[in-house]
């Protein structure tokens, strides 16, 4: 879950035998002895067998491609990267036009999602919590990640994140409570009106709930009433998440620290955005509409199938597969890859900040009786390999002022100009030292405050959340009043936790977050 890019990357692979055994297409599987250090060359890649040590031995290996570690037959199933257990087999995967990192490698995980869930509840909520509450992240991850996969799978070489860019992920759990509220919620998703919902959820919502296309996205899409909770006064939980440690809070950062964030993000947004323009390529309409075809129907689950003595439901379709993958370049960083239907139950791990699909295997209609509804974007997108997204940005700024964001040198002062129903900031004025007032997303500039480019590390001073009740600028310092911690769309995992210690099962928890939306067994 750490970063790790450097000029030459290498990726350091062990397992508890002390072998693994090394594949890629037209390549013999061949033990190799760990720890193994992993690199690309011009011609393929270099492994090193027991890296570190006097008996430290290289292979050239002439493959164009991926490469494969697997776990030796019998032994235990896992690949070590970085200090963590991911369930193996790992696929590492050459990113030749990652931008100004030679070498660089996504690490990529390809698990069954019903393996991979626990260890995003594990990373997630804490141990102390509710089972309910458990239950609830779930249905509400097991989703998120169905979707994810359905935009991402045709798209790049990855579905999801190991981090907040998408969900994050421990890998290999044994703790008890995600495996269980796992199992007793096995194939259970988010729908509304036929598709399965895109489960946003953040840490603590400070009582005001977020909307998820005037905040988190520009995809029209979103705008469907359970990522709208904020679309309504009586959607506000005023005191929901009150027992959260950032429910309240007071912040200070540097004047010139703010305005050099904010000028590294509109930058990185430009680029992006004419990397977007100039490319000629397209995908001919991604659109869920068209890619996912509906399957059987499916029946609301009762409401006492959630209760809390609620035996496991026994699954019927194939497991979906999520692949988790990474780019390893200056930083170390995990991420999911894809979300993919597949009669294994075998996985692949990877490790960077961005996703990836696995390949293979049965389509996710088949899987998932419900068509899924879009994730990220309405307009068409380019493949991953031809035009990568410039520091991992996917969702562009293109409603704000970047060409006058990238000269911003002070701060006069900062306004909210616009609210949400439930009172929620989601428009700033940024008034500059020129004179110019700049108009931004509330979301929008939070996440340019903390702001780091793709393998770097993340800034420790963080803008906890623009949910913003007060901002006042005194020179050289911009102090911050505000509520919450994170986006705020979704489900509130702090009050989540608030309602399952109040009695409230996961079923009653999804409604109160996600308004109109029901919950289905969807395999």
């Known amino acids: 879950m750490a970063a790790l890019r450097s000029a030459s990357p290498v990726v350091r692979l062990t397992n508890p035998s002390g072998k693994l055994m090394m594949q890629g297409a037209g390549l013999p599987p061949r033990a190799v002895r760990t720890p193994v250090d992993v690199r690309q060359t011009a011609n393929g890649w270099r492994v090193v067998e027991l890296a570190g040590s006097k008996r430290a031995a290289t292979l050239d290996v002439a493959l164009v491609g991926p490469i494969e570690f697997h776990p030796p037959a019998g032994v235990h199933g896992v690949v070590a990267f970085d200090g963590t257990d991911w369930p193996g087999p790992l696929r590492l995967v050459p990113v030749a036009d990652e931008p100004g990192v030679p070498g660089a490698i996504d690490v990529v995980i390809d698990v069954p999602l019903e393996r991979y869930l626990p260890g995003v509840l594990a990373k997630e909520l804490l141990r102390s919590w509710d089972l309910e509450a458990f239950k609830a992240q ?19 070489h990855y579905d999801l994140i190991a981090g907040e860019a998408s969900q994050a992920w421990v890998g290999v759990t044994k703790d008890p409570k995600p495996r269980e509220a796992v199992q007793a919620t096995r194939g259970m998703v988010l729908s509304f009106e036929g598709r399965v919902v895109p489960c946003y959820y953040s840490s603590t919502c400070g009582g005001t709930p977020a909307n998820a296309a005037e905040s988190l996205t520009r995809n029209p899409n979103h705008g469907i009433a359970p990522l709208a909770a904020g679309a309504t006064k009586e959607a506000a939980h005023r005191d929901c998440c009150a027992d959260a440690p950032r429910f309240h809070w007071q912040q200070s950062f540097a004047n010139a620290v703010i305005c050099e964030r904010i000028r590294r993000w509109a930058t990185d947004q430009r680029e992006a955005q004419a990397e977007r323009e100039a490319q000629v390529v397209r995908v001919a309409q991604v659109e869920r509409d068209g890619r996912i075809q509906p399957a059987r129907a499916v029946a609301p689950v009762d409401g006492a199938a959630l209760g809390k ?7 019927t379709a194939t ?22 239907s597949e009669p294994s139950v075998g996985a692949r791990a990877h490790t960077s900040a961005s996703p990836s699909p696995a390949a293979g295997g049965t389509s996710v209609s088949a899987a998932v009786g419900v068509p899924v509804a879009p994730v990220q974007h309405a307009a068409p997108l380019q493949p991953a390999a031809q035009v990568p997204a410039r520091n991992g940005i996917v969702d562009i700024a293109d409603d704000a002022p970047l060409s006058e964001l990238t000269a911003l040198t002070a701060i006069r002062s900062i306004n909210i100009i616009a609210v949400n129903a439930a009172g929620r900031p989601t428009s700033l004025a940024i ?14 500039f939070r996440r340019a405050v903390n702001y780091a480019r793709e393998g770097e590390p993340t ?3 963080r803008l906890n959340s623009s949910h913003l009740l007060k901002v006042t600028v005194n020179g050289t310092e911009i102090q911050f009043v505000g509520q919450g911690f994170g986006h705020g769309v979704g489900m509130c995992q702090y009050g989540a936790q608030s309602m399952a210690r109040s009695g409230s099962n996961a079923l009653l928890i999804l409604r109160t977050y996600y308004p109109g939306a029901a919950v289905v067994r969807a395999y």
């Not at 008034?431 to 929008?444: F, K, P, W, Y």
């Open 319 to 340: 497991p979906i597969t999520v692949t988790a993958s990474a780019s390893v370049t200056a930083a170390k960083a995990l991420k999911v890859e894809s979300v993919t």
């Open 138 to 156: 779930a249905i509400a991850a097991r989703s998120f990640a169905i979707c994810e996969h359905a935009h991402w799978s045709s798209v790049r």
């Open 309 to 315: 003595n609620a035996s496991p439901l026994k699954g």
């Open 459 to 461: 800034p420790k001073d």
């Open 431 to 444: 008034h500059d030292s020129t004179g110019h007032v700049l108009q931004l997303r509330a979301e929008d």
